[in-house]
Structure formats: C-alpha cells, structure tokens
C-alpha cells in the first residue's frame, strides 16, 4: 500500500499546485477560501475516501503518517478546513457507514 499511498499523495499534490496556480487569492478573479476549500473536499477528500474499506485495511502507521502530514499541510496552506478530521478518523467513520448501511440492508 506504500506505493499507492505516495502515487496518491503524488496525484493530489499536482492537483491542488493546479488549482492554486489558476484560482489562487491574489489574481483578480481569484476563489475565495471556502471556495478553495470545496474544491479541496471534491477533488481529494473524495478520491481519498473512494474504495477506502478495501485499500485503508492494508495501510501501515507510516502510511496513514503519511496522509496525515499531508492533510496537516493543507490545513496549513488553508487549502481544507481547520476542523476536518484526521485521514484515520476520516476513514474510521467511512468504515462506521459502510457497516451501518450493511446491517440495515440485512435487517429489511
């Protein structure tokens, strides 16, 4: 899962460079930081939680070290909100949705 965690990380950080360059604050027509901010959650936030129950099982401390550092970054850069919750917490309540969805399913 190493490798897929850094072409990940790789993959987001090429798009979140592009969406800078082009929509960055300083330009006159530039995203406002929610505006940022929501292109942060649909271009990575998804692509980090699609298919997450069958790759994140798989993933080593250091991998989810990794994750976090990035996210860490972006919180810092303002490109995602202060209070989105870790990549572990993140993927936990994934799992807890997933699961829920399954038990109701059965119950019906």
């Known amino acids: 899962m190493n490798l897929h965690v850094d072409t990940f990380l790789e993959s987001c950080g090429k798009t ?15 995203m406002s930081d929610d505006s940022i901010q929501e292109v942060f959650r ?8 699609y298919a997450s129950q069958a790759w994140s099982g798989f993933c080593t ?5 990794k994750l976090d550092q990035f996210l860490t ?8 909100s202060q209070t989105i919750p870790s990549i ?4 936990d309540n994934e799992d807890q949705s997933l699961f829920r969805q399954i038990t109701l399913r059965i119950t019906m």
């Open 61 to 65: 401390a250091g991998d989810f070290n």
């Open 88 to 91: 572990t917490e993140r993927l």
């Open 73 to 80: 970054k972006c919180k810092r850069l303002n490109y995602c």
């Open 16 to 30: 979140l460079c592009t969406a800078y360059v082009t929509c960055r604050p300083t330009q006159a027509h530039g």
């Open 42 to 49: 649909f271009l990575v936030i998804a692509q980090l939680v």
